[in-house]
């Protein structure tokens, strides 16, 4: 039987080598790739997510556990794609242009691949015809981040170019970032605004359904 809860606790420790052999001993045990994702990786992270919501843990332990997940991830993707397990969807992540922020952006990403989706990282000072191409390369949910009273309006911008395309409709589009509020998202069209990095994985879960 495969030891969920050690991988788990380990990750929640931040211990990358002991998730590592964990998730390594729950493959050679014949543990399918896909419960050990959701039942040891995915659990561990969710409490990360959840402590960091409640100020109980800060962003140097969501980064430590990120890594130790990545560990375990290392070992397992390879057989994720062999046995067929699909992510839960695709999100293609950028900070917009004019913007070099990124260490939000990138525990963002960090929560949403620990939820078991696929993340495309389009990086920083992104121009808005390249969230176009991430939404016709297949990504589901365009997130936008923003850190810069100044370059917030460049989120609108991005999304009348999604909309230019065509594309608008297909998508779903999330925000955020420190000076954004929801009435802000709301106002520019955003199908969504999470103020922070778990939050950010509990709203990729509701807009793809
Ligand atoms: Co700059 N900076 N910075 N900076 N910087 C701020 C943001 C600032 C508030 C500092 C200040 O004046 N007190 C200020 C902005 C003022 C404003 O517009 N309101 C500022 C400024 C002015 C600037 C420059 C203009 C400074 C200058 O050159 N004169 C310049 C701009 C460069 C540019 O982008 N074009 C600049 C540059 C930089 C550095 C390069 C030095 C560096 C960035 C390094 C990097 O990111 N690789 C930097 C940093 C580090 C900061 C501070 C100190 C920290 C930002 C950070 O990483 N926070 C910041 C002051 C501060 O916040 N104390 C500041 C930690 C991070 C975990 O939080 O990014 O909020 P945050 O992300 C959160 C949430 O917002 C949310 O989840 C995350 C995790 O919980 N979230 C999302 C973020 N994106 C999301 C996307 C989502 C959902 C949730 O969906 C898609």
Do not use: C, W
Not at 91 to 118: C, P, Q, R, S, Y
Not at 186 to 202: H, M, R, T, V
């Amino acid at each position: 039987m495969a030891d969920f809860q050690g991988i788990a606790d380990s990750l929640i420790k931040g211990q990358a080598p002991q998730v590592k052999d964990l998730v390594q001993q729950a493959v050679d045990e014949g543990t399918p790739p896909g419960d050990i994702l959701t039942n040891g990786l995915i659990a561990g992270m969710s409490v990360i997510g959840e402590r960091f919501k409640k100020n109980e843990v800060y962003v140097p332990e969501v980064l430590i556990a990120a890594r130790a997940m990545h560990a375990g991830m290392d070992v397992i993707k390879p057989l994720l794609a062999e046995t067929g397990v699909k992510p839960k969807g695709v999100v293609a992540i950028g900070t917009v242009k004019g913007d070099l922020h990124d260490i939000g952006k990138n525990l963002v990403m960090m929560m949403i691949e620990g939820a078991g989706f696929d993340v495309m990282n389009l990086g920083v000072d992104v121009p808005p015809e390249k969230y176009v191409q991430a939404a016709k390369d297949g990504a589901q949910i365009i997130g936008m981040s923003a850190l810069l009273t100044t370059t917030m309006p460049s989120m609108k911008i991005a999304i009348d170019a999604l909309t230019a395309a065509g594309v608008r409709e297909s998508i779903k589009i999330m925000v955020g970032g420190a000076p954004l509020t929801q009435a802000f998202a709301d106002e520019i069209g955003a199908d969504g605004y999470a103020p922070d990095a778990a939050s950010a994985a509990d709203l990729v879960s509701e807009l793809i359904v």
